[in-house]
């Protein structure tokens, strides 16, 4: 029986208090790992909260549901399967990490094959795919790709056309590399997007548009099927989910964008921090303090949402893909065993980039009724040439803010100006963008999010709330008959009778 019963009777006091309290504080409460800096000291964790969180954890047998993802067990229990994610980066079992690297050396020949004579003119990469298909390569090459300068990249995931249309005017077909990442190579978007791309080719005179299609996928014989030449199909494993799938083939843009070292120090520095989550006790593990205060905050102060600003342009991505790590992994309404949960899953995660949203959203942060913990995500090394003073004012902006939540200020005369303060945040400082460093960064995320699943008693690894609206939309285009009367005027003004 997970006992809740110490966590809930938290009662810690102000932050403010709490840094007066203990001087050691910054230290007790940081983590260094990975050329990363955690700093959890601005949330209300003290000893007592992770000694209770501790208690949970021990309750929920947490050191043995880590094991088992670790093992290779089967801990995606409705769907029957292992989670071998971490197996991409070599930290899983033997069979799985042998499984891993066989496939890894089959991308890397197919890029050296692709940078060879063969397709020695590609300039373009079109990668089209969605949801954990998209946004990982996407965030990588984002994040990373500024430097490179090695292939112009477009990742293409909505089916609203105009985002392809936006690239097919800017990429020259005869240039371009088709990449189609789809786990299991039957998602709508994805495909219409490969068949309008495809078409695109063959109207400019691309004399085999399917020799220029790569596929990255779990269902090899479905794309086999569709039309991808077999030597050009990137597998992966079918235990590696989709929002946790970067690190495999799915990786393959972020390979050509970035070159294969690159994209080796990102598995790296995520295998560093998968030792970091699987050996390092509670109150020194990065994940699992960053777990503790998640839950903390929205179980027992009940915070309805959780808010990442990264205060670096490079990372403007983050956010949108910590949306569907964390939303579509412990975003659940029943327990691994069905039974419905009794408390909040996942928060609604948010956020956006500093120090833009100072100017949009942090007035609700700072005197909202809505208690938003916050997190800060800064590079001390700038990623521009510009006069330092950007960079630095950029950093002093991520910290002053930290402060300010933090500290509030009083106004008995103009309440209109007072600041509650008390307000959480935590800071993660990067040393360098580099492959190694968002490797780590990337695997910190996923370990948090097992962490609070595993806590909650949620499967983080499967996600059927999609499927109901993907069946509707299917209806919807094939009449609509049976919806109710408002969806069947919204289809009839749209498409007429
Ligand atoms: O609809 C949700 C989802 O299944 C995600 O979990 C997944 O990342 C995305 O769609 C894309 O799926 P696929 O890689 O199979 O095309």
Known sequence: MVDWSKVEALNPP?????????????????????????DFSKTHLDADAVAAFEGLAKSANFAAKRDALFAG?????????AVTHTAERGEGSPDDVAQAAALHARMRGLIDAIEGEALGSIRHILHIGI?????????????????????????????????????????????????????????????????????WMRDDGVEDPYGRVIALTAAPDKAI????????VLPFAESVGGRYSLWSSIGFPAAMALGWDAFQELLEGAAEMDRHFRLTAAHENAP?????????????????????????????????????????SNGKGVTADGVPLDRPSSPIVWGGVGTDAQHAVFQLLH?????????????????????????????????????????GREN????????????????????????????????????????????????????????????MAKA??????????STQDLIKRAFGE
């Open 367 to 407: 005197q909202g009724t809505n208690l938003v913990p916050v997190e800060f995500v800064a590079v001390i090394e700038a990623g521009d040439s510009l006069a330092a003073e950007h960079h630095e004012a950029l950093l002093l902006n991520a910290f002053a803010q930290g402060a300010a939540l933090m500290k």
């Open 73 to 81: 067990e089967k801990v995606n229990s409705s769907e029957g399967r």
């Open 225 to 232: 099927e569709w039309g991808v030449d077999e030597t050009r």
């Open 131 to 199: 949801g954990g298909s998209a946004l990982g390569p996407d965030l990588l090459i984002d994040a990373l790709g500024r430097q490179a300068d090695r292939y112009d990249v477009a990742v293409v995931s909505n089916i609203d056309g105009v985002a392809l249309e936006e690239v097919f005017d800017a990429f020259d077909p005869h240039a371009t590399l088709l990449v189609l990442a789809s786990k299991t190579f039957t998602t709508i978007e994805t495909l219409t997007n490969a068949e309008s791309a495809l078409d």
């Open 412 to 471: 008995a005369a103009d309440p209109q100006r007072a600041y509650p303060g008390d307000r959480p945040s935590s800071t993660i400082l990067i040393d360098q963008l580099d492959a190694r460093a968002l490797g780590a960064l990337l695997s910190f995320y996923e370990h948090r999010t097992f962490v609070s699943g595993a806590l909650l008693g949620i499967n983080p690894y499967d996600q059927f709330g999609v499927e109901l609206g993907k069946e």
């Open 288 to 328: 699992m303090l960053a777990a503790f205060a998640d839950l903390y905050y929205a179980q027992v102060r009940k915070c309805q949402t959780r808010a990442t600003f990264a205060y670096d342009e490079r990372l403007r991505l983050l956010p949108s893909y910590l949306q569907q790590l964390e939303m579509e």
């Open 476 to 485: 919807a285009g094939e009449g609509g008959a049976g919806f109710d009367a």
């Open 14 to 38: 102000k932050l403010t208090q709490l840094f007066e309290r203990d001087a050691d504080r910054v230290a007790k409460f940081s983590v260094d790992v990975g050329g990363l800096h955690f």
